[in-house]
Each structure stands twice: as C-alpha cells, then as structure tokens.
C-alpha cells in the first residue's frame, strides 16, 4: 500500500522560504511521477509542479514558476518543494501526489496522496 507523508510546512512572512518534503513508501519511487498541489480555503485544489513520467521535464504552475523548484532524491524516496520569494496568496494546504494518468497538471490524473501539510505566509 502506498503511502506519502508531507513535512516542512509552516508559518512565514512573505519573501521568506520554505522547503517541504514527501517520503514515499509503497511504489517503486524511481519510476512513479510525482507532483506537488495546493489547495486554499474555500477553493479547489490546484496545480503546483510535476515531474514528467520519464523525470526528464518539470512542469510549473505560472503563478510559482521562478519562485518554486520540484526536486527528488531516489536514494531517500523523497521529493523536494523549494518555495521561494513566498506571498500570502501562497497560503494553502500543500499535498504531494503519486501520478498514474497523463495529465500531470490535474488531480483526477493522481491516485495516491498525503495528508497535506498548512503553509501560511504573512503580509
């Protein structure tokens, strides 16, 4: 049985980072593309970063791209979140999900996922 467990969330003030992580248990981690999502209060979940299936290629939502780097480290069955230059429209709750399908940007595409983990930044 899979399963993933988010960590690193937190409070912080904006243009602050936060780097948060993902340790997968229960899939072969080297070949399962991974992706990041968010969702705030009151909205639908939401589309942050991904890698592709081959994890050649990296995927970003416009509204992080620049600011948040995906990163993953076999060896730990972990993947990375690097948020950056954050904003209050950050604020979220942050989950990290395993991908069967081919859509990447879309959760319907994900079959496994984390408890989710808050990121709340301040003004």
């Known amino acids: 049985q899979v399963q993933l467990v988010e960590s690193g969330g937190g409070l912080v003030q904006a243009g602050g980072s936060l780097r948060l992580s993902c340790v997968v248990s229960?899939?072969?981690?080297?070949?399962?593309?991974m992706g990041w999502f968010r969702q705030a209060l009151g909205k639908e979940r939401e589309f942050v970063a991904a890698?592709?299936?081959?994890?050649?290629?990296?995927y970003y939502a416009d509204s992080v791209k620049g600011r948040f780097t995906i990163s993953r480290e076999t060896a730990k069955n972990t993947v990375y979140l690097q948020m950056n230059r954050l904003k209050p429209e950050d604020t979220a709750v942050y989950y990290c999900?395993?991908?069967?399908?081919?859509?990447?940007?879309?959760?319907?595409?994900?079959?496994?996922w984390g408890q989710g983990t808050q990121v709340t930044v301040s003004s």
């Open positions: 890698f592709s299936r081959s994890g050649t290629n990296l």
């Open positions: 999900a395993a991908r069967s399908g081919s859509d990447y940007y879309t959760p319907r595409a994900y079959d496994a």
């Open positions: 229960g899939r072969a981690f080297s070949i399962t593309p």
